[in-house]
């Protein structure tokens, strides 16, 4: 496979925008962003702003993409990827690997039902603390890009040529030998502290002192680390201090994804969560009454702070 020089992000939200800066800056890769209708225009129009760097990076409609891009880093919340999953239909060809740094377990899956698994990687990004305010992204701490194959106990050609380009980026990033295990750890980390910064409006800062907050955060953890056992993925208690040396690092100003949407009035990702802990829990047997209930209780958010 040739090396990755052609770059198409698809959302430029927090974490779109930290990627597609780092691969513009890096000044040896053609990125572009890819959008429609009233994004495509407000990307052209405005560009993006990442810690006060104005970036006018190339924005593709996607009916118009006429260049294969190599690698594709699909920056989503998840509701919108069914209705955008086609705009990558001229960007893709045999070459091109797609990456999901998507929340959630769902994600590589759909993208690879459309495109074909063989293109997909899977990834988490963990300990980014980007906020978004309009076209602007800010971050002290640009977190680490797990991905790979789900077992990397050989990494494939796909593999290395994308750690290649991260590389060349200056993305910090790992590839874990079991990448299961590390999609499941994401999302117990996704679970707990997205749901309670959401119904409790608290930055990062006030999980990182209160014991409150840190007790509500375990026990939405403590559901999916139930359910990982049960499906035999190995996850368990000692994955909760593994969260808490990530908490460290992150601003104290920062904010979860799902707290900026609360805050916004926008639809949250709670169905990926709360949603996919309970759904799995009834089809384990496992109880998960902590997640039922943010459930509801981001719901009522939604409906009222909209």
């Known amino acids: 496979m040739k090396e990755i020089n052609n770059v198409a992000v698809l959302g430029a939200g927090a974490m779109g925008a930290v990627y597609a800066s780092r691969f513009f800056d890096?000044?040896?890769f053609s990125t572009v962003l890819v959008a429609?209708?009233?994004?495509?225009?407000?990307?052209?129009?405005?560009?993006?702003?990442v810690n006060g760097k104005h970036y006018s990076i190339q924005v593709v409609h996607p009916d118009e993409a006429a260049t294969p891009a190599d690698l594709i880093i699909?920056?989503?919340?998840?509701?919108?990827?069914?209705?955008?999953?086609?705009?990558?239909?001229?960007?893709?060809?045999?070459?091109?690997?797609l990456i999901s740094v998507m929340n959630g377990l769902d994600s590589e899956e759909y993208l690879g039902s459309v495109y074909g698994m063989d293109k997909v990687l899977y990834a988490v990004a963990v300990g980014i603390d980007a906020v978004r305010e309009g076209n602007s992204v800010t971050y002290t701490n640009p977190g680490k890009v797990f991905f790979g194959e789900l077992d990397n106990s050989h990494q494939s050609e796909r593999v290395r040529r994308?750690?290649?380009?991260f590389e060349?980026?200056?993305?910090?990033?790992?590839?874990?030998?079991?990448?299961?295990r590390m999609l499941w750890w994401k999302f117990m980390i996704n679970v707990g502290v997205n749901q309670a910064s959401a119904v409790m409006l608290a930055p990062y800062g006030v999980f990182q002192s209160s014991p409150d907050a840190q007790a509500l955060t375990e026990a939405l953890m403590r559901e999916v680390i139930a359910l990982a056992q049960r499906i035999g993925?190995?996850?368990?208690?000692?994955?909760?201090?593994?969260?808490?040396?990530?908490?460290?690092?992150?601003?104290?100003?920062?904010?979860?994804?799902?707290?900026?949407?609360?805050?916004?009035?926008?639809?949250t990702e709670v169905e990926v969560f709360a949603g996919k802990v309970v759904e799995l829990g009834k089809g384990h047997g496992i109880p998960t009454p902590v997640n039922q209930t943010l459930l509801s209780i981001v719901h009522v958010l939604e409906q009222y702070r909209a």
């Open 74 to 97: 699909v920056a989503l919340k998840d509701y919108n990827l069914p209705e955008a999953i086609n705009d990558l239909k001229n960007l893709v060809d045999g070459e091109t690997t």
């Open 26 to 28: 890096a000044s040896l």
């Open 168 to 180: 060349r980026a200056g993305v910090v990033f790992e590839t874990p030998t079991d990448m299961t």
């Open 233 to 267: 993925v190995n996850i368990g208690e000692q994955d909760l201090d593994g969260w808490y040396a990530v908490l460290k690092s992150l601003s104290p100003e920062g904010k979860t994804s799902m707290l900026q949407d609360i805050e916004a009035g926008r639809k």
């Open 36 to 49: 429609r209708d009233p994004r495509y225009d407000r990307l052209r129009a405005e560009g993006l702003v």
């Open 162 to 165: 994308v750690q290649a380009a």
